[in-house]
């Protein structure tokens, strides 16, 4: 429990001097007398009142001093008391609300917790798609490859299963427009031989032609020929 002193309570009485009773608050010095309150006689008997006069305001001041010092370390030890007390008493509270402020801590870490476990859920979410997506370009680019795989490999089949037929067939192909091209140039020269002979009308030119279209042989010269007397009959008319 704090005391406190009023200023009635000092009393300082210098020697050889009435003093009154100090009734101020402040922590200033009094203001030194002006008037001395003995006469001044002179010599050396005259300079003990003065001695004494100027100790006693010495302890005066002094007095005043240690007054002042004391008044402020009793103002910083109050002060100090009060922030003892304002902490105490936050501290009480404090502690009066620790399972709120527990409980709070707890719901804290919790949304921590399932803040780190989203973002952990999502960093994974985002590496399957990413797979994924290589997954699906890997797989994209591996269609030419496999298209290609598999035209070689039925260009091969087809190879081993059609290969020698489709060889005889060419060869048979070139045969054939060889013979073609063989009976073409008889015909020309049998058509040429008997240009000179007996030349056939236009009724047996197509009759001819029929023929031949009939039995499937081909009637290029015919044709020709057809095409040769119309030009004749043509140029004879003229």
Not at 48 to 55: D, F, G, H, L, S
Not at 71 to 99: C, H, W
Not at 167 to 185: D, G
Request: aromatic residues 6%; charged residues 30%; hydrophobic residues 30%.
């Amino acid at each position: 429990m704090t005391k406190h002193y009023s200023d009635r309570d000092i009393q300082i009485i210098p020697p050889s001097r009435p003093v009154s009773n100090i009734t101020t608050t402040s922590p200033a010095p009094a203001p030194v007398p002006t008037t001395p309150y003995r006469q001044d006689v002179g010599g050396v008997i005259s300079g003990i009142p003065r001695r004494w006069t100027a100790n006693a305001q010495a302890d005066t001041f002094d007095t005043y001093t240690r007054r002042a010092v004391a008044q402020r370390k009793f103002v910083e030890a109050d002060t100090e008391l009060g922030g003892a007390l304002i902490s105490n008493r936050r501290m009480q509270q404090e502690y009066s609300e620790l399972p709120q402020v527990l409980d709070a801590d707890k719901l804290c870490r919790e949304i921590k917790r399932n803040e780190e476990i989203c973002e952990e859920y999502h960093r994974v979410a985002l590496n399957d798609k990413r797979r994924a997506q290589e997954s699906e370009a890997a797989e994209l680019g591996r269609y030419p490859i496999r298209e290609q795989l598999l035209d070689a490999q039925h260009r091969l089949d087809a190879l081993r299963q059609y290969g020698p037929q489709y060889h005889a067939l060419q060869w048979e192909h070139r045969i054939n427009e060889r013979e073609l091209m063989v009976e073409e140039q008889r015909v020309v020269l049998r058509d040429q031989r008997q240009q000179g002979r007996d030349e056939l009308s236009l009724d047996e030119l197509y009759a001819a032609r029929d023929q031949l279209s009939a039995d499937g042989a081909d009637t290029t010269p015919i044709d020709r020929a057809i095409e040769r007397t119309l030009v004749r009959q043509q140029k004879s008319r003229a």
